[in-house]
């Protein structure tokens, strides 16, 4: 079958390279695609932005299936135009895909489905927020209500930090609402599934690193690493997070005439009374699917198709094509990151990927013969290991292999896990 990809980022790139080994494929485009999808995928100029234009492309060349990877399409409503069109979709619709698109209707979602989560409030102006806040305790969580590219979290260490931290959502994108939450105390794990709408098919657990310091200090950004899967995520609680948080959500959304087709991603908090959702994201995680894609050993292509033609229950179960290794990606990202990153840094791979390591890429572009930094996220640099330590090493190994004078990278990925493994071996 012949694929379009939609995106340009390292998770696309990593969809790029695990669909490019898909035996039922035969041609893979990419829209827009970057330099490192472009060794998978023939790379198409399409504005993603204009529908109809899409559709046309799908209709020229044939395209079976079309994988949305980043969510400003979902929710712009791409994958309801493409099917409009006849076109099967890998991605919800608009409609379902404001689990993302705003955080309070999927805290309002949660509140009527009987779901975990925290305690929350949405405010409509500044100063209606400024009164709110008062009613929770420190530290303060605080989320724009729309998309705001992996930045729009802020966690407030004390009330003043809360009140400037309130004036720049509300003046920055997705602030037209924020929402304000009780600050949840546990261990944060990332938990994927794959819905036709109304079967699910779990797809793998990991745990991201949001914070841009070692030691998880700084500010949030859209993930500086990942590993997976995160043992922490028992088999007990992970029957939990799907019977109590994601089987309640996919049918809510269908009982609402909004069926959700595509990867789901729920990010979870353990805490000491249970898993409790701390948001969803309406498509696979970045970079969290570039470990999945490392570990995932089945035709990605074939399963994502069923998933878009509402055939999941015919899928194999993906337990036995993940295999039983860790997977560990590095992201190196331009200096000035989350901020104003330092872009057109010249980015020289080396022998990254001597070792088996891959290096997804992520905000980067051609100039001339040379690679260049063109975001702040530049590569994710990936690998596996029959231990967790053992994908650290091999991707750290590959990553002092890169030139890229502008770029830094956080140096404990793994670290939680890393340190639990250490005691038990004592």
Known sequence: ???LLVGGGGREHALAWKLAQSPSLTTLYAAP???GIAQHARTVPLDIDDHAAVGAFCRAHAVSLVVIGPEAPLVAGLADALRRDGVAVFGPSAAAARLEG???????LCQRS??????????ASLEEARRAVLAFQAPF?????????GKGVVIAETLAEAELALADLF?????AEVVIEEYLHGEEVSVFALTDGT???????AQDHKRVGDGDTGPNTGGMGAYAPAPVLTPELC???YSQIIAPTVDTLRADGNPYVGALYAGVMLTASGPRLIEYNCRFGDPECQVLMMLYRGDLAALLLRCAQGELDDAPAPDAHFASRSALTVVVAAKGYPGQPRLGGRVELGGAEDGGAVVFQAGTRREGDHLVASGGRVLAVTATGDTLPEARDAAYRAVERIGFADGFWRRDIGWRELRRAALRSR
């Open 171 to 175: 003046a920055g994108p997705g602030g």
């Open 114 to 123: 009987g779901i975990p989560t925290a305690r929350y409030v949405r405010t």
């Open 1 to 3: 079958m012949n694929i």
């Open 102 to 108: 705003s955080k309070g209707f999927a805290k309002d």
């Open 199 to 205: 079967r699910i098919l779990p797809f793998g657990s």
């Open 141 to 149: 969580v605080l989320k724009a209500d729309g998309l705001a590219a």
């Open 33 to 35: 695609g970057n330099p």
């Open 239 to 241: 029957e939990r997070v």
